[in-house]
């Protein structure tokens, strides 16, 4: 079987003492690729230093955080805009809107959302979109791009069917991750009522580690446990899991 994640930070600090080590246990259950979304300006480097160790498995793309957006995320965009023309990135990400953390700067975060989804559409890229405690924020500015190239994933996806539905309808597929596993996730609820070839799977490592392994720092060689729970969810066996999610991933990124 073959897995693919498609949000992972693992070029920050946190795999700095056993990133060889993580890379081999991925290897080992079958993961092929691990696509990895920026942060900031600052966290670039290491993003690029990541890949260049692991070009045939790390994949980056570029952006600014909502969480990241300050007064200057002007300032900030151009020069992360600027990084395009060193070195190949594979999507805009991650972007969109957060009010769970931060909401003191919400017009910055919906200007520099439009920005980077404009600079997506202009280099024909996916986006992969953050959007916490602001469904209809993140809606309202991705319907004023009206075009057919506007595509990506809904990063860690944890809505209803209903708006699953709508957001699919807008070219987008649902990033599925360890809530899945979680007691309190109604994912169980939903993901009965969504095509599997409108999802992909995600680790958004180090964070939100899957069930039996919460509390611990999350790896991507944890995703055939977010691609079972999916399997015994949709009634279809983990290898169908793997193989269309697999398909929908290197479709999506053009990988």
Not at 25 to 53: A, F
Not at 156 to 175: M, P, Q
Not at 200 to 208: F, G, I, N, R, W
Request: contains cysteine; negative net charge; proline residues 5%.
């Amino acid at each position: 079987m073959q897995f693919i994640d498609t949000h992972s930070h693992f070029y920050t600090q946190d795999f700095d003492r056993d990133r060889d080590d993580a890379v081999a246990k991925s290897l080992q259950v079958g993961v092929s690729h691990i696509l990895l979304p920026n942060i900031d300006l600052e966290s670039v480097p290491r993003l690029l230093d990541t890949c260049k160790k692991y070009p045939d498995m790390c994949f980056p793309m570029l952006g600014l955080h909502p969480c990241d957006v300050k007064k200057n995320y002007q300032m900030e965009l151009q020069k992360i805009f600027d990084c395009f023309g060193e070195h190949h990135f594979i999507g805009i990400g991650e972007i969109g809107i957060d009010l769970y953390w931060e909401q003191a700067y919400l017009e910055e975060q919906k200007e520099a959302f439009r920005w980077q989804i404009a600079f997506a559409l202009e280099q024909d890229l996916p986006i992969v979109v953050h959007k916490r405690q602001s469904y209809y924020e993140t809606i309202a500015v991705l319907n004023e791009f009206k075009n057919d190239k506007l595509r990506g994933i809904f990063h860690c996806y944890s809505g209803s069917v209903a708006h699953a539905e709508e957001v699919i309808d807008k070219g987008f597929l649902l990033g599925i991750g360890g809530t899945v596993t979680y007691k309190s996730s109604k994912l169980d609820e939903v993901l009965p009522h969504i095509p599997l070839d409108k999802i992909v799977l995600e680790t958004d490592a180090p964070y939100l580690t899957p069930v039996p392994h919460r509390g611990l720092r999350n790896n991507s060689h944890y995703l055939p446990l977010i691609a079972q729970k999916i399997a015994d969810i949709k009634q279809v066996s983990i290898e169908e899991v793997a193989e269309q999610t697999t398909q929908n991933a290197k479709k999506m990124f053009s990988l």
